[in-house]
């Protein structure tokens, strides 16, 4: 059993709990949008998440009552809610389970933001993969339409809130908000260039609110249980309620875990995962996703917190925790990421398209052991090239691995180029064909 009150994942450890409309019910849900539908002020509702500082679960991290709020004050005509079900990060796999084990917990949290934000229509765009959590939320969408959730005059309060899912093609970009505003739109997902932001220009142009998943699953809690109940749990003020961390590697008990925000690392790989999978010692791990920068042991009491974890030199990111053991080749691990990214850049931006291609075959010649040692020059210069140099953070997320691996395991590298050198193995390249 969890030492820590679960949340998000409560309802669907219960022994017999399919996630359908009458499971959800009997265990309290849409109760919070009884509470506020016609009978509060929407702005209330912002106030709330304001209070219980519920920050982003995507990624970023922002502010959720702080993004509603930058919407136009007075503003007449159409707004969206646009929830980011498209879970493409290397690693992470916790907004899977909330959809299809309860995908009634998030249709109530997408429809108390369209209350507070007064948004009439709400898109699910879900990646394309996720077959089986579509199947399942349109049949819960349909659930709640014949109950009187969602449609014209939901809970005869005379508020209109319609969803609608939206599967998307596979392209990991499309996780970035603005990509996935234009791929809803028909267009191929490209990130657009920001300011205009979308809480004024989003989708068809006009006010939209993008959240994801574990971010929307949370809000019939906070509305039902008070902002100052979950301001209360984790680690106030900056890092408040539990997260759903997504662990996988090399320990004995892969899977989601929901913690609160502020245990450490120690406890979540340790405790919570079991351990390692063998006798062999931690050697590294990445706390947030593919596109975080790995830690090492040293790093293993660092709280699980937006602050510690930045301070640290990397971040929470997806929350995909991937755990690795003595042995393994951190070069090639680098490499594997950096060729995700690789085949994953729009190519929009010169420094990606171009710096991602050069990343890898830089990257394969030294795990080929047909480097050089200007190599390692050339990767941090292009690292460095690319690094705050793009429209979206695709470009920064790309460069991490190498970046990471080269201040913690340099030596691995230069042991890669060395041996090619004294097997004079870098004689076989014809000239001219570095690049």
């Known amino acids: 059993m969890p030492k820590h009150e679960l949340i998000l994942l409560k309802n669907m450890m219960?022994?017999?709990?399919?996630?359908?409309?009458?499971?959800?019910?009997?265990?309290?849900?849409?109760?919070?949008?009884?509470?506020?539908?016609?009978?509060?002020?929407?702005?209330?509702?912002?106030?709330?998440?304001?209070?219980?500082?519920?920050?982003g679960r995507g990624g970023a991290g922002f502010p959720t009552g702080v993004k509603w709020g930058f919407l136009p004050k007075g503003y007449v005509g159409p707004r969206y809610l646009c929830c980011n079900a498209d879970e493409s990060e290397p690693g992470t796999f916790k907004d899977?389970?909330?959809?299809?084990?309860?995908?009634?917990?998030?249709?109530?949290?997408?429809?108390?933001?369209?209350?507070?934000?007064?948004?009439?229509t709400a898109y699910i765009y879900i990646r394309g993969e996720f077959v089986l959590g579509a199947k399942i939320l349109e049949q819960a969408i349909a659930e709640a339409r014949t109950a009187g959730y969602i449609g014209a005059n939901i809970l005869g309060a005379g508020i209109t809130a319609n969803v609608w899912v939206h599967r998307g093609a596979g392209a990991y970009i499309c996780g970035e908000e603005t990509a996935l505003l234009e791929s809803l739109e028909g267009k191929r997902g490209l990130p657009r260039v920001k300011p205009p932001f979308p809480a004024t220009h989003g989708l068809y142009n006009k006010p939209t609110v993008v959240n994801n998943v574990e971010t929307l699953a949370n809000l019939p809690h906070i509305v039902g249980r008070g902002p100052e109940w979950f301001a209360s749990i984790g680690s106030p003020p900056k890092s408040t309620g539990t997260r759903v961390f997504c662990v996988s590697g090399h320990v004995k008990r892969p899977g989601n875990y929901e913690v609160p925000m502020g245990v450490?690392?120690?406890?979540?790989?340790?405790?919570?995962?079991?351990?390692?999978?063998?006798?062999?010692?931690?050697?590294?791990?990445?706390?947030?996703?593919?596109?975080?920068?790995?830690?090492?042991?040293?790093?293993?009491?660092?709280?699980?917190?937006?602050?510690?974890?930045?301070?640290?030199?990397?971040?929470?990111?997806?929350?995909?925790?991937?755990?690795?053991e003595e042995g393994t080749d951190m070069v090639w691990a680098a490499l594997r990421l950096m060729e995700f990214f690789y085949h994953e850049s729009c190519g929009k931006c010169s420094p990606c398209r171009e710096g991602s291609s050069w990343l890898v075959q830089t990257m394969r010649r030294i795990v080929a052991?047909?480097?050089?040692?200007?190599?390692?020059?050339?990767?941090?210069?292009?690292?460095?090239?690319?690094?705050?140099?793009?429209?979206?953070?695709?470009?920064?997320?790309?460069?991490?691995?190498?970046?990471s691996t080269l201040k913690y395991w340099r030596p691995e590298y230069v042991a890669l180029i060395q041996e090619a050198e004294a097997a004079n193995l870098i004689k076989l390249e014809p000239a001219g064909a570095r690049h």
């Open 14 to 55: 219960q022994p017999g709990y399919t996630g359908s409309l009458q499971d959800y019910e009997r265990a309290g849900g849409y109760q919070a949008l009884r509470k506020v539908v016609g009978k509060a002020q929407p702005a209330e509702v912002t106030a709330m998440v304001m209070k219980s500082g519920l920050r």
């Open 96 to 120: 899977r389970q909330l959809i299809e084990r309860d995908p009634h917990q998030i249709l109530e949290g997408i429809l108390l933001a369209c209350y507070a934000i007064g948004a009439e």
């Open 264 to 324: 450490t690392f120690r406890e979540l790989i340790y405790e919570q995962a079991g351990g390692l999978r063998s006798d062999k010692l931690l050697k590294a791990f990445i706390p947030g996703g593919a596109s975080a920068p790995f830690l090492t042991p040293n790093h293993l009491d660092v709280k699980l917190d937006f602050e510690s974890v930045a301070a640290a030199g990397s971040m929470l990111g997806s929350g995909g925790v991937t755990v690795m």
């Open 369 to 403: 052991k047909r480097g050089r040692m200007e190599d390692l020059e050339t990767l941090v210069d292009l690292c460095k090239n690319i690094e705050g140099r793009t429209v979206c953070a695709f470009g920064d997320a790309s460069v991490a691995p190498i970046m």
